[in-house]
């Protein structure tokens, strides 16, 4: 049987996209690797099935009640009338990936763009729906890289992926970090360059800026290098 490994990500200008694009062909190159690309956005469905889920489990306590009253206060995604005037452009065709969905994977590489050093809302958004697998531990032992897009070079390329780590912490998930398996373009000085040994990386700046070709090769080999993982804890089971 064939090893997953989901690349989900969210994206609004298309930096990330780009990122997972080339992730998923550096995944995919691995034989016998299913790698698979979803977008994180969470319809308002979702919301509603994980709140009653939570609210039906024999379990359900008041830090559960809680939990919920105040996620439901926080938005889980960007109006397009506010989309519009932030001239963020439309999705991509990626599929949308929901929490119930996460479990079917043996491995993932999680993506975003930054704000204020950390991942955007509309990710944490749909890894605060995981309760639910948190509960049951069903992600537990799977492994998990991260990769990002920040607007400048002291933006957040390290602090967005430590305050993520925690996020897989508590799901008992392994973080896998490229490290410096990247060679020597994780040390080009010659040029701008985004990444870092926590996961492949592109500066956006004021928007103009596209990821660069040494930027799309660690993206590329983030994906080969945490497939190659995957398929090998899989195959210790």
């Known amino acids: 049987m064939a090893t997953k490994v989901y690349i989900v990500y969210y994206s609004m ?11 998923q062909k550096g995944a995919a190159s691995v034989e016998g690797v299913d790698a698979k690309l979803w977008q994180s956005d969470i319809p308002k469905s979702s919301w509603a099935a994980f709140t009653l889920s939570y ?3 024999p379990i ?5 009640l809680t939990l919920l009253r ?10 397009d009338e506010v989309l519009g005037k932030m001239s963020a452009p439309a999705k991509s065709d990626a599929p949308i990936i929901s929490p119930s969905e996460l479990p079917e994977a043996d491995g993932f590489i999680f993506g975003f763009p930054t704000r204020f050093g950390m991942m955007a809302a509309q ?13 049951t531990q069903e992600l537990a032992g799977k492994p998990a890289g991260l990769f990002f897009s920040t607007g400048s070079q002291g933006g957040g390329q390290e602090t967005t992926a430590l305050t993520a780590i925690t996020q897989l912490t508590h799901h008992g998930m392994i ?3 490229i490290g410096y398996t990247f060679g020597a373009g994780m040390f080009e000085m010659e040029n701008v360059k985004g990444g870092s040994p926590y996961g492949a990386g592109t500066f956006a700046g004021d928007g103009s800026r596209q990821p660069t070709e040494l930027e799309l090769q ?8 945490i497939a190659t993982i995957t398929k090998k804890l899989k195959g210790s089971e």
Do not use: N
């Open 13 to 23: 200008y298309g930096h990330v996209h780009k990122l997972a694009e080339e992730i």
């Open 55 to 57: 609210l039906a489990s």
């Open 60 to 64: 359900c306590s008041y830090v559960y």
């Open 70 to 79: 105040c996620m439901k206060q926080v938005p889980e995604i960007l109006s």
């Open 123 to 135: 990710f944490k958004a749909f890894l605060d729906a995981t309760g639910g697998l948190w509960r």
């Open 175 to 177: 973080f896998v970090p």
């Open 218 to 225: 660690q993206a590329f080999h983030q994906g080969k290098y």
